[in-house]
């Protein structure tokens, strides 16, 4: 289904993304990041955060990492100060690239079994699929995030792959 090398280019393309909208959201007041838009999480640091919940709760599976101390129905609010959840933010990035660095082929390409707290139950499914979700979750949300900032006048980075500079 996919390989090494894209698990590394959407890690690059995560950090490059993410950098470009909190960037833009530290350009904007509190008030402003804490509006609710209408958004499916509501605010603009609501909709970050459920992000940064994700990508933890899926890398306390696939990577060993401490999973989130709020439950599902909170994610939203896995962290309400601004400045904690950037550099929660960084932090996961810079660690979501040296997993990706990390991931075999083989890897992607068996089984990933884990006890889901959503479902109440087992699961299992391809590794490669469960991968795509996570990177796919984070682009759909950042996308609102996007559209939000937007809205409200900044200038987040072009979304498009093709466009991603070379340092990251």
Not at 48 to 56: A, K, P, V, Y
């Amino acid at each position: 289904m996919i390989n090494a090398d894209y698990c590394q280019t959407m890690a690059r393309y995560n950090r490059w993304q993410n950098r470009s909208l909190y960037r833009e959201a530290d350009g904007i007041s509190e008030s402003e990041r804490q509006l609710d838009r209408g958004a499916f999480f509501g605010s603009i640091q609501q909709t970050l955060s459920h992000i940064l919940w994700g990508d933890t709760m899926w890398m306390s599976r696939f990577d060993g990492w401490t999973p989130p101390d709020v439950q599902i129905s909170e994610k939203g609010r896995f962290t309400v100060n601004w400045d904690d959840l950037k550099a929660m933010r960084y932090e996961a990035d810079a660690k979501i690239a040296d997993w990706a660095g990390r991931i075999s082929d083989d890897e992607l390409g068996s089984d990933f079994s884990w006890q889901s707290s959503f479902e109440k139950t087992d699961m299992i499914h391809p590794y490669g699929l469960l991968v795509v979700h996570v990177f796919n979750h984070q682009t759909h949300h950042r996308g609102q995030v996007h559209a939000m900032l937007t809205a409200a006048g900044a200038k987040p980075d072009p979304t498009d792959l093709p466009f991603m500079p070379d340092e990251f």
